[in-house]
């Protein structure tokens, strides 16, 4: 994994280190070494943390859980051709480009849309 020091915290440098996850820092001004999970943070950024207001951990769970579901789901992305991220999934399941155990697997999570009432 590769993140900036934004994102760490002795908790998450010690559940990397219990569950064998090499961590690398980006070198600082230099973006582009881990450019995926740069855009990531700017369209989370620009597209939601300075969009909402939150007032409390539950509420921004759920307005999360929202954002998330329509990142995944509803917007397509230009670099995935125009597809949302779950179409293009499925898409490289089904012709067979990439393997299952290359992606990373889709799982449920209390906060996900699914267990909201919205």
Request: proline share 5%; glycine share 6%.
């Amino acid at each position: 994994m590769c993140y900036g020091t934004e994102f760490t915290s002795r908790a998450i440098l010690k559940w990397a280190s219990e569950n064998r996850v090499e961590w690398h820092y980006i070198d600082p001004g230099k973006p582009q070494q881990n450019a995926f999970i740069e855009s990531f943070k700017g369209s989370l950024r620009d597209e939601f943390l300075n969009e909402e207001l939150f007032g409390s951990l539950a509420d921004a769970r759920r307005k999360l859980a929202v954002w998330r579901y329509d990142y995944n789901n509803v917007r397509p992305h230009s670099s995935l051709g125009n597809r949302t991220p779950a179409q293009a999934r499925r898409a490289f399941l089904h012709d067979g480009s990439v393997t299952p155990d290359a992606l990373v697997p889709v799982e449920q999570h209390q906060y996900q849309t699914g267990r909201l009432s919205l």
